[in-house]
């Protein structure tokens, strides 16, 4: 999460669940519940982003289900 220019705070991403409807808006209203201070203090909304993002082709199969 950025405010101001400013990296704030971060989440990883659990690839298992990244195709789980809602998973990427629960890791942002998670991240804006933790740093609302800050957030009110600025005069801007945060802005997200996803640095880096596990590509299925370094995990075998195995390790995608269990």
Same mark, same amino acid.
């Given at each position: 999460?950025?405010?101001e220019?400013i990296?704030?705070?971060?989440?990883?991403?659990n690839?298992?669940k990244?195709?789980s409807?809602?998973?990427?808006?629960?890791l942002?209203? $998670?991240l $804006?519940?933790n740093?609302?201070?800050?957030?009110?203090l600025?005069r $801007?909304k945060?802005?997200?982003?996803i640095d880096?993002?596990?590509?299925?082709?370094?995990f075998?199969k195995?390790k995608?289900?269990e």
């Amino acid at each position: 999460m950025i405010v101001e220019n400013i990296c704030v705070d971060a989440a990883p991403i659990n690839f298992v669940k990244l195709n789980s409807p809602g998973y990427i808006d629960n890791l942002k209203s $998670e991240l $804006e519940e933790n740093n609302r201070d800050i957030i009110d203090l600025s005069r $801007e909304k945060p802005q997200f982003c996803i640095d880096t993002l596990p590509s299925a082709m370094n995990f075998n199969k195995r390790k995608l289900y269990e």
